[in-house]
Structure formats: C-alpha cells, structure tokens
C-alpha cells in the first residue's frame, strides 16, 4: 500500500462547481496533514493544513478522519484560477519527513 | 513575507559532472529538505535536515548525494558524477510547521 494515495483524476468542472479530493494515508502514527496545490513546473504551495475538527479557509474546507486515515479538500464555487494539481501531503517521523501523494488534477473550465 | 529561495533556477550539466544547488531556507526554520520531482511525476522526498545533521534520508539519498550548511544561511545538495536520470527539478523546502518550498532549481544533465 502506498504511504499517501488520491484521487487519480483528472477533475474537469465547470466554474461554480463544487469538488471534492479524497486521501488516504497508511502510518496511522501520522501526525500532521497539508494540502498543496503546485502549478505546472512551479514549486508546490501549501495551501492549508488539515485538523481533526475539520478548518475552513474561504471556499477550501479540509476535514480529517484519524479512524479511517482519511483527509479531504473540498472547494467551492470554483475558479478557472483554482486550476492546479492538488497534492495531499503527510508528515512522517515527526517533522523529519513529509510525503507527498501523486496528486489530482483538477481543469476548470468556463 | 519570508521565502525560501534556490539558485541557480536552471542548470545543464554534461553526465559525470558535478553539481551544487543553493538553498536560503527561512532564517527562523529549523527543519530543511531537498525534493525532486521528475517531469510528470510526484514530489519524491530526498533529504531532511535537522540541528546541523542528517534527520533521514530516502533511498534514492545514496552516495552521490550530500548536503551541508556552510555557514548560518546557506543550504547546499551537492550531485556528484550526474547521470541522465537525475535530471529533474529540485526543491529546497524549509519548515517549522507546514513546509514552505523554493522556486526549483531545474537540473538538466546531458
């Protein structure tokens, strides 16, 4: 099983849509969790950092389900500029390490 | 607003030869990495780095690899004998809690 999986994707949607990533981690010792978005060969930019409790940062909710390894983005009315790969990312080992999923690319389209 | 920041942003190499990518992480951040991403596919973690040492390695962190602090701002991954394959972009990242990445230093060997 790999250390962080996602949504394969690509997601294409409308401006205005709702989208919904999913993730997956496997090191139940896991204690922090982030979601990135990186732009075609650009570096990638934390987005926002994921709680137990669930955050909320504009039209971007990150929820968290420690029971089922589970970590989710959902981003509403979406932008054409929301266009990006979305990389959910697991720290390991403490801050020693951070893993990266494949990433889900999301298009919006007009 | 502070940022990690890589030079060069692009370097060719000849195979065999060897490399040196720069790093200014963020002055107040104790925890730094080196990334590479090979075009099209995922962020693979390298390197942490902790306290003036090695944190963890990967392993594709094998002997050709190496990183120093020189001095108080400045963090180096030295390539040495570069092959084909290592071309790729690197990432410096630096963190204190979320992880906060460079621009990318874009390694071409040939």
């Known amino acids: 099983r790999k250390e962080v999986e996602q949504d394969p994707g690509p997601f294409n949607v409308p401006e205005g849509a709702t989208v919904a990533f999913n993730c997956t981690y496997s090191?139940?010792?896991?204690?922090?969790f982030f979601w990135y978005r990186q732009d075609c060969r650009k570096e990638p930019k934390l987005l926002m950092s994921?709680?137990?409790s669930g955050n909320e940062d504009g039209r971007f909710t990150a929820q968290l389900n420690r029971a089922s390894q589970y970590i989710s983005l959902l981003i509403r009315d979406s932008k054409l500029s929301d266009s990006a790969t979305y990389l959910c990312?697991?720290?390991?080992?403490?801050?020693?390490?951070?893993?990266f999923g494949a990433g889900t690319r999301l298009a919006v389209h007009p | 607003e502070p940022e990690v920041t890589q030079t060069p942003s692009h370097q060719v190499t000849q195979m065999g030869q060897e490399v040196i990518l720069r790093c200014v992480p963020i002055?107040?951040?104790?925890?730094f990495y080196w990334y590479r991403q090979i075009l099209g596919q995922k962020v693979e973690f390298l390197v942490s780095?902790?306290?003036?040492?090695?944190?963890?390695k990967s392993e594709i962190f094998d002997d050709q690899f190496s990183v120093e602090r020189p001095d108080g701002s400045n963090f180096t991954l030295k390539i040495r004998s570069t092959k084909l394959e290592d071309s790729a972009m690197y990432f410096c990242?630096?963190?204190?809690?979320?992880?906060?990445f460079g621009q990318g230093t874009r390694l071409t060997v040939v």
């Open positions: 990312v697991v720290y390991s080992g403490g801050y020693n390490k951070l893993i």
């Open positions: 090191n139940s010792a896991s204690q922090s």
């Open positions: 990242a630096s963190s204190e809690a979320g992880a906060f």
């Open positions: 780095f902790y306290n003036n040492e090695i944190s963890e």
């Open positions: 994921v709680y137990s």
């Open positions: 002055s107040n951040h104790l925890y």
